[in-house]
């Protein structure tokens, strides 16, 4: 079973409006960690945004939320007032702590398009 | 302060070539990860280095492939006998500290590896 699913492989958004961008993962691990990264064309991930499993409040980050809904298992996030630069492919990844190792798995990505 | 470098930042090999590609993590950083990621897909982990440990290898693919740190800064990936499945964008990332549930991973640029 894929241990974190994004099944949206492209969105579109108009300058301005909010985005939101889906994430389900798969673990029975009670500590876990959810991050979002962007991917711009130049290549590099860029860290976005960071939920522990016992953070009681959505994580914040700017312009960027994560909607953290532990039950349904998933971990969206939401981008406000889409800019140009947006523009990129987002990725949802998690980190259990079985094994001690805490590496991270990755989902296959959004691509994002944001127009005027 | 200089973020994570990679270089050749594109390689072309031929089939049955062997190539090394290079990392320069942020100065300091006590981890280093190596990721695979094909075309269309998220990035896969390979390798792992705290320090010049070696202390997780369970993500590569072969024994085709093979990477070092030997002074716990700069780390090479090498890659024997190149065949065309191992076209990919090669992505190395480093921390601070050693392994943890938030630990920010800060990536290079990648190396894209093409084999014909």
């Known amino acids: 079973a894929q241990k974190i699913t994004q099944t949206q492989p492209g969105m579109f958004v108009q300058e301005k409006e909010a985005v939101t961008l889906d994430c389900t993962y798969d673990?029975?691990?009670?500590?876990?960690?959810l991050f979002w990264y962007k991917q711009p064309s130049s290549g590099e991930m860029i860290f976005l945004i960071y939920q522990g499993s016992y953070d009681q409040q959505n994580a914040t980050e700017g312009r960027y939320s994560l909607n953290f809904q532990k039950a349904r298992k998933s971990a969206n996030l939401v981008i406000s007032a889409s800019q140009l630069g947006d523009s990129a492919m987002y990725f949802c990844a998690m980190r259990e702590t079985s094994g001690g190792s805490y590496i991270p798995t990755f989902g296959r990505g959004t691509s994002l398009i944001v127009h005027p | 302060g200089a973020g994570v470098s990679q270089s050749p930042r594109y390689k072309v090999a031929k089939r049955g070539q062997d190539v090394a590609l290079r990392c320069d993590p942020i100065s300091g950083h006590v981890s280093l990860f190596w990721y695979q990621q094909a075309l269309g897909q998220g990035p896969e982990f390979l390798t792992y280095?705290?320090?010049?440990?070696?202390?997780?290898k369970s993500g590569l693919p072969s024994d085709r492939f093979f990477a070092e740190r030997p002074e716990g800064s700069v780390s090479t990936l090498k890659i024997q006998r190149t065949q065309q499945e191992d076209s990919a964008v090669y992505l190395c990332?480093?921390?601070?500290?050693?392994?943890?549930?938030?630990?920010?991973?800060?990536f290079g640029p990648g190396t894209r590896l093409t084999v014909l």
């Open positions: 280095f705290q320090n010049e440990a070696q202390l997780d």
């Open positions: 673990t029975s691990d009670p500590s876990y960690g």
């Open positions: 990332a480093s921390s601070l500290v050693g392994p943890g549930l938030y630990n920010e991973q800060f």
